[in-house]
């Protein structure tokens, strides 16, 4: 079972190069979530999207845009990377809003 | 606005010995779930708590909630090295069409 797919797995870019990071789920979940890991600080909730058609600003959206695709696919797309944005990003989903959320692998994104 | 307090952050502990991380919240909730990130790893679902009372064990590590106080446990018993991870609670608002917030995270060492 396949579950949350992200892609890449590593990415390094340079300051002001545009990117987006691709995530799919198989488990026909409703809610699709990114979040971005740093050492310290836990996991902060970037965008998020309830259910196909709609997507809202989580914690620290700037930066950053997103698409849901269709039910099964949420991207994260930034415009002109910084190095503020190297981290470990995470997509998630979940049958819906309030319910157990499923992880991907993570990307691990640097950013010179 | 819900927050959710895990403490303690860091842990360190010997093989064998009991212990137990807490995760506090502030607003009623009756759904709550525990995660095990390894390092450089991604989120793996550990249990789901869905109600008042709620006690579920997997092999050394056993999880309760009391939605009374607030509070569910993850209690460690007789901890080997294994075990050694980062522990994730995270609380599921009363509002069934909001996002769950995650605690920052309990990262436990155990010595061998």
């Known amino acids: 079972n396949a579950g949350v797919t992200q892609t890449p797995k590593f990415q390094v870019l340079k300051t002001g190069q545009s990117m987006t990071l691709q995530c799919a789920q198989d488990?026909?979940?409703?809610?699709m979530y990114w979040y971005r890991q740093d050492p310290g600080m836990g996991l902060r909730l970037i965008y998020y999207s309830a259910s196909e058609g709609t997507t809202d600003k989580g914690e620290v959206p700037n930066g950053y845009n997103v698409s849901r695709l269709n039910k099964r696919e949420f991207s994260l797309r930034l415009e002109s990377a910084a190095p503020s944005q190297t981290s470990v990003y995470f997509c998630?989903?979940?049958?819906?809003?309030?319910?157990?959320?499923?992880f991907g692998q993570g990307t691990r994104l640097t950013v010179v | 606005e819900l927050k959710v307090e895990q403490n303690p952050l860091f842990l360190s502990m010997q093989e064998g010995k009991n212990y137990t991380i807490y995760c506090n919240y502030s607003?009623?909730?009756?759904?709550l779930y525990w995660y095990r990130q390894d390092p450089g790893k991604s989120l793996e679902s550990l249990f789901v708590?869905?109600?008042?009372?709620a006690v579920k064990q997997e092999g050394r590590l056993m999880a309760s909630l009391d939605t009374k106080a607030r509070l569910s446990t993850l209690h460690i018993t007789a901890a080997v090295h294994d075990l050694s991870a980062t522990y994730f609670c995270a609380v599921g608002k009363m509002n069934r069409d909001d996002k769950i917030i995650f605690g920052k995270g309990t990262r436990l060492h155990i010595l061998p």
């Open positions: 708590l869905l109600s008042n009372g």
């Open positions: 488990m026909n979940h409703n809610s």
């Open positions: 607003t009623t909730s009756d759904r």
């Open positions: 998630a989903s979940s049958a819906d809003m309030n319910t157990e959320a499923f």
